[in-house]
């Protein structure tokens, strides 16, 4: 695709319930990024790959968290046993090689757990 | 720590007005500075980036401004349009081999522009 896409685009969760959201990167874009935007605020840092390898998981709030990109394109982020906190939008973003270079995000996923 | 802050938090203004938008940054070293429109339900798409040594960067009616002796910079819209309506982040990028990963994003600005 022509762009960096994400679904699904909403995702309705029960508190304890286990979500996956997914990321399609642009095709050959060596780094990946998922950032949490929580309503009204900017974006911030969860988790890093630079192909299949995830070189910085910091931002990742708690070890319900997990993140993978088994074969360098595709990414999930799945959260286990969601909590209200969790509730944001999830962006993802890929840029074409590692380091200081433009990232490109994509729509992201609208998680509210109820 | 990093920090990015943005001002105003929300601007209300008329369809072909001039508005101002600022951003102030304490990330150093300083690589470069990016700013972002983000529509509401999409990903924020770029609108300019400068680097420490550019002072000014223009794209159709965004004009960026930046002083990197005092860590701040501008966004100026001209002729605001309906379609102007959206959140403006400011991005800032250390210096680094690993800066991708080291963005530091300020809080954006929600910009409505009203008929």
């Known amino acids: 695709g022509a762009g960096v896409s994400q679904s699904p685009r909403y995702k309705v969760a029960k508190r304890g319930q286990d979500v996956a959201l997914r990321c399609d990167p642009i095709s050959g874009h060596v780094s990946l990024f998922w950032y949490q935007q929580a309503l009204g605020q900017g974006p911030e840092f969860l988790t890093y790959f630079q192909n299949e390898a995830q070189l910085d998981k910091s931002g990742l709030p708690s070890d319900r968290f997990f993140a993978e990109r088994p074969e360098g394109s595709v990414s999930t982020l799945k959260i286990q046993r969601t909590q209200q906190e969790d509730s944001a939008v999830y962006l993802c973003?890929?840029?074409?090689?590692?380091?200081?270079?433009?990232?490109?995000f994509g729509p992201g996923t609208r998680l509210t757990v109820l | 720590k990093n920090q990015v802050e943005q001002s105003p938090q929300s601007l209300i203004i008329l369809e072909g007005k001039n508005c101002t938008l600022q951003c102030n940054y304490t990330v150093s070293p300083f690589s470069n500075l990016r700013w972002y429109k983000q529509d509401t339900g999409r990903g924020p798409v770029s609108l300019t980036i400068?680097?420490?040594?550019?002072n000014t960067k223009s794209n159709g009616r965004y004009t960026a401004t930046l002083d990197a002796d005092t860590k701040q910079s501008s966004l100026h819209i001209t002729a605001s349009q309906l379609s102007d309506s959206a959140s403006y982040i400011c991005?800032?990028?250390?210096?680094?081999?690993?800066?991708?990963?080291?963005?530091?994003f300020g809080g954006g600005t929600r910009l409505m522009v009203k008929p």
């Open positions: 973003a890929s840029s074409l090689t590692a380091g200081d270079n433009e990232q490109f």
């Open positions: 400068m680097t420490f040594s550019e």
């Open positions: 991005v800032v990028s250390p210096r680094g081999d690993n800066a991708g990963n080291m963005l530091t």
